[in-house]
């Protein structure tokens, strides 16, 4: 009887396509996939390590899933950057764990499960592996929609930012591949996949290692002749890498998204010293303006972190006033934690946690108002919606607009006349705006 294997991706999409390329792995070696942990024969857990609330989600979905021995579960595999980082600790506290599995290790998944199943009383740890080079050979199972999928195409970060430990679990940047990308998102496309999303620790450094140029624009020019691809968006951008080749593209290809995510952490020039950004607040000021100036309609997105080591009230004020200046579509605001390896855990003047949060409160809420503001300029407007999921009987819908990513940004409610096609895109006019969501109707029945 085959054995029943039980995957959950925990964290950043990155990590979820680590988890695929497993998926794909054990299915081309016939283990049965499920979706269901309660049938599972071996559960493997893909764990997020990046700051403190993801590393206590991973532990208790560890410990959640490892009572699932007093039943039929035989196997307790942790992968990814919570195993990388902490596999010593993991072993010995959780005994539950069977096997760990650092970031650059999970191709040899299949050898490690049949070492486990061997000999149940064995510790298995296989990490230290993180400047390993992408495996084009191994095949992907695809969890997302059938319509949209995300394509990494770079590893690793050489950014080094103080609060960030990214480098050590992750190694060295090392881009992809044009040709490598081209293939997959092809075969994405031949699959019925509309929309991908281009993901990396930094996408804008794509190229620099393996062409000594920055080749994202390249990138996205080709991809976007792969027929079927209707849309193709950029996440982790980061700000300093911004060249006026990639504007342009931004503003005159049609199917890459007006949409730039841009985690810029922070604008105040003390603060980003200390955090080592390369950039300075007139930077991003600039930068901002050049955007909206030479993209007209574009949606930008950024995540903060208040709360940084020495962040007084003046910076924190003038991180409040930036965002109320430039009105971002879409912000994020993480509280800084203090991670062990990191240079900035060791910096003085560490904040208080009630600070952190009650900081983070202020911005959210001030968030708040421009993003309804923002969402209420589209009153009236018709934009393309990708249809995604239909919620009532009444041929009410609900869907993406190029402006939303999925999972982090809003949701746009449909209402049409007839049946829409879950995975087409659609013309919708913009009839009422909520903080975080739009709702509009069909104005043309025809998908395009």
Known sequence: MKLSIYVESLGCSKNLVDAEFMLGILNKHGYKLTNNEDNADV??????????????????????LGQLKENKLKLLVVSGCLAERYHEELVRELPEVD??????????????INEGLADQSKKIIK????????DESLPRYQTTPSHMAYVKIADGCDNHCTYCIIPKLRGKYRSRKI???????????EKGVK???????????YGIDLYNDYKLYEL?????????????????SYPERITDELIDVLANNPKVCKYLDLPIQHCSDPVLKKMNRRTTKQDLTNLMNKLKKEVPGIVLRTTLIVGFPGEEEKHFEELLEFVETIKFDKLGVFTYSQEEDTPAAKLPDQIDEEVKIERQRIIMEKQQLISLERNQEKIGFIIDVLIEEKFSDNNEFIGRSQGDAPEIDGLVYV???????????????????????????????FSK
């Open 43 to 64: 559960v493997i857990i893909n764990t997020c390590g990046f700051i403190e609330s993801a590393k206590q989600e991973s532990i208790n979905k560890i410990i959640e």
């Open 99 to 112: 096997a760990v599995v650092g970031t650059g290790n999970y191709n040899e998944i299949i050898e490690i």
């Open 127 to 134: 990490i230290g592996n993180v400047d390993s080079l992408y």
């Open 179 to 189: 040709e490598h990308i081209e293939k997959e998102v092809k075969e994405l496309a």
């Open 195 to 205: 929309e991908i999303i281009l993901i990396a620790q930094d996408t804008t450094q």
């Open 220 to 236: 996205l020019n080709l991809l976007s002749k792969i027929e079927g691809i209707e849309w193709i968006r950029l996440l982790y």
């Open 415 to 445: 209402n049409a006349k007839d049946e829409l096609k879950i995975g087409d895109i659609y013309r919708v006019k913009i009839t009422q705006a909520l903080e975080y969501d739009l709702m509009g109707e069909v104005v043309d029945e």
